[in-house]
């Protein structure tokens, strides 16, 4: 009689005394069995590579107030942690939307949603952006009785997106290295940014070639950083504007909306947006002012920190 158990199976080991790619984190690859570890990086304000901590969900929760039987959904799926709150309120008989363009963290998303008993009949995935929101309009119903969006950059973006952003956007020949510096970075200015690519840059060149060459290969490359990063954003903006544009024909009548933005430019919209929607009549009553996140969530998250939360009521006729 032979033995069926597999044989144990050595993790990857890595270069050093810290891992340096994602794919060798095997704490943050497998957090159920390293929930400790986790709780640890969190504890000391910062999120565990591969991981995305959702901002402001009691305040969403409050604001949406999702009840058993209503369908609704959430613009940016991403880690999942504002649908896993928000899941289980609309059961029985309620149903939820998702919808992200990640064709790599989808996938994960799905699973650990399914995983934790939301099946086919609870749970709708579409790997689309949310300016397409009005293609799930025959499944829904025909509306929306709550629909969120979370606007924030995920702390999940792919080396491999970076890079492709700073070779396509501007041709950058320091994409490589450049991409595996920003990944998995929230920075809140772009002095942050540009000092990143400077340090990013004096580790690329090491010293080989003289300092005032370098000093004007660097500027180069973060002219080409910037540019990159503009088109990227402009892009952004540009789905983003549709998405508000059709959002209120998405709701039905009474359905609430959150949005959670984290710079000015989507802010400015989203305000705009509401604004405009209560003054013709369309949303019935809109956020005076934005909410911010606790301080306790300030303190434990300082991602949340520049986090700004905005609300719409669609009218009832």
């Known amino acids: 009689m032979t033995d069926a158990t597999p044989p ?3 993790r990857v080991r890595y270069a050093g005394t810290h891992p340096r790619q994602f794919e060798e984190k095997y704490k943050e690859l497998d957090p159920t069995h390293h929930a400790a570890e986790v709780d640890k990086v969190m504890q000391r304000g910062q999120t565990p590579a591969g991981m995305h901590r959702s901002i402001c969900v009691d305040e969403i929760l409050a604001i949406l107030k999702p009840v058993p039987g209503e369908t609704g959904v959430d613009l940016t799926l991403g880690f999942g942690g ?4 928000m899941l289980p309120l609309v059961q029985p008989g309620g149903r939820m939307f998702g919808m992200d363009v990640d064709p790599i963290e989808l996938p994960r998303t799905t699973a650990r949603l399914r995983a934790a008993g939301f099946g086919e009949e609870a749970l709708t995935v579409h790997r689309a952006n949310f300016s397409e929101l009005l293609t799930l309009l025959p499944q829904a119903g025909g509306g929306f009785d709550f629909a969120l969006a979370d606007l ?3 702390s999940c973006v ?4 970076l890079r492709d952003l700073l070779t396509d956007n501007s041709d950058e020949p320091f994409a490589q290295p450049l991409a595996a510096a920003l990944q998995g970075q929230f920075l809140e200015t772009t002095v942050q940014l540009a000092d990143l690519v400077r340090a990013t840059m004096e580790l690329a060149y090491k010293r080989s070639m003289p300092a005032e ?6 500027k180069k490359v973060l002219q080409r950083t910037f540019q990159a990063l503009r088109i990227e954003v402009n892009d952004e903006f540009g789905v983003l504007d549709t998405m508000l544009l059709n959002l209120p024909a998405c709701l039905k009548p009474g359905g609430r909306v959150a949005i959670l933005s984290f710079h000015s430019g989507e802010d400015r919209r989203v305000k705009k ?3 405009t929607g209560e003054r ?3 949303f019935s009553s809109v956020a005076a002012d934005p909410i911010r996140a606790s301080f306790e969530e300030q303190r434990s998250n300082p991602r949340s920190t520049s986090a700004k939360l905005r609300w719409a009521v669609r009218a009832l006729h």
């Open 152 to 154: 924030g950059v995920s």
């Open 82 to 85: 504002h649908m896993l709150a």
């Open 280 to 282: 013709n009549g369309t």
């Open 8 to 10: 144990h199976k050595r």
């Open 213 to 218: 060459e370098r000093l004007a290969e660097t």
């Open 273 to 275: 947006c509401f604004q």
């Open 158 to 161: 792919t080396r491999h997106r």
